[in-house]
């Protein structure tokens, strides 16, 4: 890791952000294994803050060697020890003390995960004050503000050798068996869960992992808490859909949210149905939608299994949300409503089946071949083709059209070949009503084709009309000025040729001899 | 309206009698040798049952390419015919029947509209190649003597239907989709085109209730010297045939037989939501409503089931540690 002394956002220090160029894409989606060269700096995340003294630890005696009278004092000093905070920008500073506060937290670690009878009540406010001074902090903002997710490294939290050991600590705290909910309540209230929460903004995954995990167990325990998180990660996501459209957690709250989603009692409350709709459909209008898609779908399909009215209320929020002009994000909907066709019921399948099914049909017609194959790949499945089957009067008759008419325009082969699949499989459903179909489908593009004749029919005449007229136009205008000339000059011979109002056909020549000397012909 | 076809005798009509004799005289050339369809039926080799199923592939072709009924109805002739004198391994039909439909393309098709046999193969999933197409409609070819022109039901059909004078109520396409219908079954290779063509004729006669053109059918029937007893025979089956094919019901589809072929891309993302989540459930209680952090002194009774029921399972220890229970217990006791 480079040394540098400059904190993190130094007015010098260039933003270095450019677009992926398009030959790195493929099919317009960027290639996932190219990195961004770039000079990695050494970061922090968090601000170091400057304690105003700077205390200088010692080291204490083992806990393992500790009689039992002095366990637990030991154990709270140590915890104190705990709450003096390093410095990691700096990698040679007070490596003595970071050492010893190092090996004190491991320690601790053992301590609870091993040890029964450790955790007594006077450690439960010392432990969480040490845990909050060592994790609470304000998370800087990004050092590259064109991050992606998916494509950049992330920036990692520079005092992870403790931090990640604190983390460690807090969670053997909460599963140990002498775990007392009601003596922590106390402590873990709602302010300390708020600014956990605001935790999973951090850009390392490794520290949202640890807070998923804890926010869990918290959300499992302390009873008295769980409205109160469900409202705040409410908050969270409806400030990230409508204003910020930035946090980095979303994934890992979503899976969180997927466990209590599972375990919700029945007949689903009218909150959680509120939280469907207004929280977790609009979700998927996200732009990175793609690093969280897969929790967010598993968290609707188990709403689906949990309670089969809000089925509808789900497509149709997802047709409304259909993606217009981003075929990535098309294919991950298309995977969705795969899913939930999977466990749908077949009696609320036939509410949605023809706004759905329209969709599929124009997503059939997308010029992006992986956005048509992948609709076309729901024909694969067994149980949503029994579904068709026992609608294929009203489905039928929504896709022949588009089927018909990609296969015979569409560029991609593998394409071609999967509408074959699709029309056979209907043939066999039920050949009448196909034949009925190409029957009618035939007729309507004799029609077009008439239309289409008849149209260029049209154009046709008037343009011949146009031409006759300007050739009537300047045959007379011709015929005018040869008036006027023999006008001039006083030609006592007969006008050479007639008005031209009406004639279509050409004017007869003037005869030769009436022209006198050097008339320009016709 | 009466006796329409009894008044209009002028050129046209007399023409199209006898083109219908014609055919009629010609159409025994080009039947499929009975005793080779009915060994086809008693046989497990190349069964009824695999026969009917090419067949039906070559209409998925045939309405997939937007060739015409006259090439499918031919391709069947050209088939049958071949099969009732040939005994082939069943891994040839696939072949054996592309090629019959490529060799009544040929014949029926505009060269515009012939489909390469490249894509013929690729679309109906065949595993043989372009040569092995070529070699075999030579061979059929040569063992049908190159009678390639059949005279067909759908000839009849045709023919029939301009005699009966009234395009308008009588619906050629709906005939020929029903022709195509009974064709998928080999019981009706067995029967004479002009019998066949006449019976669907009748049905849809009756069907329409239209007293008037059955007299044209008997006056055909006449014509052609057509036995009754065969006529009704034949008439009965289609009509068997008939009630199935318009039944509303669908019918399962055989899925296996078809191969679905994605791109690389698209199979990568198939399965990528089926993970099962790492989390334990959490179960939800009816405590859990109250916004207040002492919400689990407010313990109703009905709580303590729901608790014990729904206990989530998962390896890390219960989520609900016994002295909470005995907590919770001792509290209920004392409401």
Known sequence: ?522 | KQNLVYLHIDMDAFKLMKELRVNYDQEVHYLPKVTGLVFIESTVRISAKCRDAKVEDLWSLTSFFGYSTQTFVLAVNLLDRFLAMMRIQPKHLSCVSLSCLHMAAKVTEEECNLTPTDELIRIGQCRFTVSDLARMEKIVTEKLNFKSKAVTALTFLHLYHEIALSKETLSLEKLEAQLKACLCRIAFSKAKPSVLALALLRQEIEALQWEDMLEVAYYIQAHLKIANVELMLWSERVAQCLSDYASPECSKPNHRRLQWIVSRRTAQNLHSYRSVPELPTIPEGCWDESESEDSCEDMMSSGEESLSSSLGSDAEGSFFPPHLRRQKQRQYLFA
């Open chain 1, 1 to 522: 890791m480079e040394t540098t002394k400059l904190p993190p956002s130094s007015p010098s220090s260039p933003t270095t952000s450019f677009s992926v160029p398009s030959a790195e894409k493929v099919d317009g989606f960027p290639r996932r294994s190219m990195r961004r060269a770039r000079q990695r700096r050494s970061h922090s995340s968090s601000q170091f803050r400057y304690q105003s003294s700077q205390v200088e630890l010692t080291p204490l005696p083992l806990l393992k060697d500790a009689p039992v009278a002095e366990l637990h004092d030991l154990f709270c000093k140590k915890l104190q020890q705990c709450c003096v905070l390093f410095d990691f920008l700096d990698c040679v500073a007070d490596l003595k003390g970071k050492e010893i506060k190092r090996a004190a937290l491991n320690e601790l670690v053992e301590s609870v995960a091993t040890s029964r009878g450790v955790l007594i009540e006077p450690l439960y406010p010392e432990a969480i004050k040490m845990i909050s001074v060592n994790i609470f902090r304000t998370l800087p903002p990004s050092e590259n503000p064109e991050f992606d997710p998916e494509e950049d490294e992330p920036t990692l939290e520079a005092s992870w050798p403790h931090l990640q050991l604190v983390y460690e600590f807090f969670l053997r705290f909460l599963e140990s068996p002498d775990f007392q909910p009601s003596m922590a309540k106390r402590y873990v209230d709602q302010k300390f869960v708020l600014q956990l929460l605001e935790l999973f903004d951090s850009e390392d995954p490794r520290e949202r992992e640890y807070l998923k995990t804890i926010l869990h167990r918290v959300y499992g325990k302390l009873l008295g808490l769980r409205a109160y998180i469900r409202k705040q990660i409410n908050n969270i996501f409806l400030r990230f859909i409508y204003e910020t459209e930035h946090f980095n957690g979303v994934a890992e709250l979503l899976e969180i949210l997927g466990s209590i989603i599972n375990g919700f009692a029945l007949p689903l409350k009218s909150e959680h149905k509120q939280f469907l709709v207004r929280v977790l459909i609009p979700l998927h209008t996200a732009k990175s939608l793609s690093i969280f898609h897969a929790q967010l779908a598993y968290c609707v399909v188990q709403f689906m299994e949990k309670d089969a009215t809000v089925t509808e209320y789900i497509i149709r929020g997802l047709l409304k949300y259909w993606p217009k002009t981003c075929t990535q994000k098309e294919v991950m909907f298309l995977g969705e409503i795969e899913e939930i066709l999977d466990v749908i019921e077949p009696s609320q399948f036939i509410r949605i089946q023809e706004p759905l099914f329209k969709q599929i049909a124009a997503c059939i017609s997308s010029p992006h071949f992986q956005v048509a194959e992948r609709a076309l790949y729901f024909w694969n499945n067994e149980y949503i083709l029994s579904l068709i089957e026992e609608n294929c009067q009203v489905i039928l008759p929504l896709v022949f059209a588009t089927l018909y008419r990609v296969s015979k325009e569409h560029w991609n082969q593998t394409i071609v070949s999967l509408i074959y699949n699709v029309l056979k499989t209907f043939m066999e459903m039920n050949s009448k009503l196909f034949d009925d179909l190409t029957a009618s489908y035939k007729v309507e593009k004799q029609k077009e084709m008439k239309r289409e004749r008849e149209r260029a029919e049209l154009w046709r005449g008037l343009e011949e009309y146009q031409e006759r007229r300007m050739q009537m136009l300047t045959e007379a205008a011709r015929n005018q000025r040869n008036l006027q000339e023999r006008g001039e000059r006083g030609d006592t011979l007969t006008p050479s040729s007639p008005q031209t109002a009406h004639s279509d056909q050409p004017e007869p020549k003037p005869s030769g001899a009436s022209s006198g000397a050097g008339e320009s012909a016709t």
